[in-house]
């Protein structure tokens, strides 16, 4: 096999690093920008095969990236599921924020179905990589849906998502179950298609309880990893529980995800020492790549000095749209022991 | 010596836990709202030794917690420091925001006596506090308090801070020291005042990367460790670095801190595991007790049982303005082992 992230997440140490960022499609690319603007309506977008396709590979064109994820969004399931979900230009998603009583109409049925767009999104992409190439799939994890579903939009401090999920233990437990079931079904459809790796973006672990976590984080997360085992479907699964600090190490074996892809602030060889054979990912700081130059020489020297073992390099977040392109194939020509060339960024 | 939270930080195991609450004398009590109408302008209210030494002693008078904490505020350094500090009612602390230019112009000397009144109140304080009960004294850590010097306010995410230290690592390492070294010389006068546990808050500690982290926040801390210890004084040191993450384990050790307090994120019985003698603080989560009822009662039960050792009981952030007086005492009276009378939080 010579694809280098399939060998990582098999549990190989591959050197140079496999490399790839978290979106990578998106606004810093202009080719990105020329399709986006043909169809104004973001879910449209997202849920039109021949335009999600075509960003997927854009970045693989580029850049050479080892692994294309799929261009979709984390909020595509509740859409599926009954609720309403639109996104406005300049504020991001918006939903019609759920109340205790709106769990039961919560739909599971058919609602992986509905998204069968993404499946063919997932063949045209495979269809289009070599085997060198990883097509990696995804899915927001429970908690972090249920964040934008009960708040109605993404906010700082998930305050509101907190005290329902403190105030109603019951009924959180069914949102997310009912979130997971649906999940399961929309990736093990991914796999059926061709993604040959699962991502679990837990983008919002921050801040929770031990307690509240274990409920709304591992709970969730477990459930997700053995309904997709259960369906047949072998694919590595990698969990992506973003500031989940210290609870970061018991996600990583009490859900029984294959992979850990971890935020800027973890620091790589600690986690090591903790999970000495499980493959992890990660974590450049996404500021350093928009800021360039030495700065971004220098964390890069870091990231690489911090890992060892299976790993796949990454940002701690995603790409932002003031990265330089210059920059980020910088990166790349680093990563694998190529001269490297940066330039400052943007001045934010 | 009868002094329950000197025990523990000695690293007795006590049990019941002793207790005190970050921001215990603050605007959910009527008492505390009373006294700092008498003086509109905060920081004239902070260096007013009678009314600072009044709202510190009001929280131990109606709760009968273990420990006071000096009413100040962390901002009172730069202030000292020459740089111009206004707290605007609504808004919140705004400095003038620093340039690099700026880091040469902040002067150590004599910033720490400008802070006398500070050293008045400890003393009115102490004089007031029976043997039983412990004076905390504190600062804000370096980092954190540079991040409002340089943003000139606080943000969510601290990027202009952030990309100050990465863009000039040398004259943030120069700005570091000389917080840290007027940081010293305030706690030493602390100490000599009375305070009894010197406590360092590192509020914003959040999302720096390993590297940063080293830089920005264990490197200064651990000067002042050193300082105040080369100034013989030798009452506990305890560090708070608030949303750390796994990288609060290295914190403790490479700070030389006595005490670890942490935030809501932590999972008590993992820090323990590490860190199996430290001298540990926290963590019931704040949103627990503004929320009251069988929420906090649960949230009171999860932290109690996620403890071992020596320990003290806190939240893991401050108490909420619309916090109830009555949790709060049943709070005190469940982790002491008496009847709680937990009542309804205010709907937020």
Same mark, same amino acid.
């Given at each position: 096999?010579?694809?280098?992230?399939?060998?990582?997440?098999?549990?190989?140490?591959?050197?140079?690093?496999?490399? #790839? *960022?978290?979106?990578?499609?998106?606004?810093?690319?202009?080719?990105?920008? !020329?399709?986006?603007?043909?169809?104004?309506?973001?879910?449209?977008? =997202?849920?039109?095969? $021949?335009?999600?396709? $075509?960003?997927?590979?854009?970045?693989?064109?580029?850049?050479?990236?080892?692994?294309?994820?799929?261009?979709?969004?984390?909020? &595509?399931?509740?859409?599926?599921?009954?609720? @309403?979900?639109?996104?406005? @230009?300049?504020? +991001?998603?918006?939903?019609?924020?759920?109340?205790?009583?709106?769990?039961?109409? &919560?739909?599971?049925?058919?609602?992986?179905?509905?998204?069968?767009?993404?499946?063919?999104?997932?063949?045209?992409?495979?269809?289009?990589?070599? !085997?060198?190439?990883?097509?990696?799939?995804?899915?927001?994890?429970? #908690?972090?849906?249920?964040?934008?579903?009960?708040?109605?939009?993404?906010?700082?401090?998930?305050?509101?998502?907190?005290?329902? /999920?403190?105030?109603?233990?019951?009924?959180?437990?069914?949102?997310?179950?009912?979130?997971?079931?649906?999940?399961?079904?929309?990736?093990?459809?991914? /796999?059926?298609?061709?993604?040959?790796?699962?991502?679990? *973006? $837990?983008?919002? /672990?921050?801040?929770?309880?031990?307690?509240?976590? $274990?409920?709304?984080?591992?709970?969730?997360?477990?459930?997700?990893?053995?309904?997709?085992?259960?369906? +047949?479907?072998?694919?590595?699964?990698?969990? *992506?529980?973003?500031?989940?600090?210290?609870?970061?190490? !018991?996600?990583?074996?009490?859900?029984?995800?294959?992979? &850990?892809?971890?935020?800027?602030? =973890?620091?790589?060889?600690?986690?090591?020492?903790?999970?000495?054979?499980?493959?992890?990912? +990660?974590?450049?700081?996404?500021?350093?790549?928009?800021?360039?130059?030495?700065?971004?020489?220098?964390?890069?020297? +870091?990231?690489?000095?911090?890992?060892?073992?299976?790993?796949? *390099?990454?940002?701690?977040?995603?790409?932002?749209?003031?990265?330089?392109?210059?920059?980020?194939? /910088?990166?790349?020509?680093?990563?694998?022991?190529?001269?490297?060339?940066?330039?400052?960024?943007?001045?934010?």
């Amino acid at each position: 096999m010579t694809n280098p992230i399939l060998r990582t997440l098999a549990g190989e140490t591959v050197r140079p690093l496999p490399i #790839w *960022f978290m979106r990578q499609a998106g606004r810093h690319l202009p080719e990105y920008k !020329a399709v986006r603007a043909t169809t104004p309506d973001f879910i449209s977008f =997202c849920l039109n095969p $021949e335009k999600a396709a $075509e960003v997927t590979l854009q970045p693989i064109r580029r850049y050479g990236m080892d692994a294309a994820i799929l261009f979709a969004d984390i909020l &595509l399931i509740p859409g599926a599921m009954g609720r @309403k979900v639109e996104f406005i @230009k300049g504020t +991001g998603p918006v939903l019609e924020p759920m109340a205790v009583e709106d769990v039961a109409g &919560l739909t599971v049925e058919g609602a992986a179905a509905e998204l069968s767009p993404v499946y063919e999104t997932v063949r045209r992409v495979r269809a289009e990589l070599d !085997a060198s190439r990883t097509l990696i799939g995804f899915a927001g994890a429970p #908690w972090t849906v249920a964040t934008y579903m009960i708040e109605g939009r993404g906010t700082p401090t998930k305050e509101v998502a907190k005290r329902f /999920a403190y105030a109603h233990p019951k009924e959180i437990g069914v949102m997310l179950d009912k979130l997971a079931d649906a999940t399961i079904e929309y990736l093990v459809g991914q /796999a059926q298609a061709g993604a040959q790796v699962l991502k679990v *973006f $837990e983008s919002w /672990a921050q801040g929770l309880s031990p307690s509240q976590f $274990e409920m709304l984080v591992i709970k969730p997360t477990k459930r997700i990893v053995e309904g997709v085992r259960a369906a +047949g479907v072998e694919v590595p699964i990698m969990g *992506f529980p973003r500031a989940a600090g210290i609870k970061a190490i !018991a996600y990583a074996g009490e859900t029984g995800v294959d992979a &850990l892809a971890l935020g800027t602030d =973890c620091p790589m060889d600690v986690v090591r020492a903790a999970l000495p054979s499980l493959p992890l990912q +990660g974590n450049l700081d996404p500021l350093a790549l928009r800021m360039g130059g030495e700065v971004l020489r220098r964390a890069v020297d +870091g990231v690489l000095e911090s890992v060892s073992g299976p790993h796949i *390099f990454n940002l701690g977040h995603g790409v932002a749209p003031d990265v330089q392109i210059a920059n980020v194939e /910088a990166v790349i020509a680093h990563v694998r022991g190529e001269e490297a060339r940066y330039v400052p960024g943007v001045v934010g």
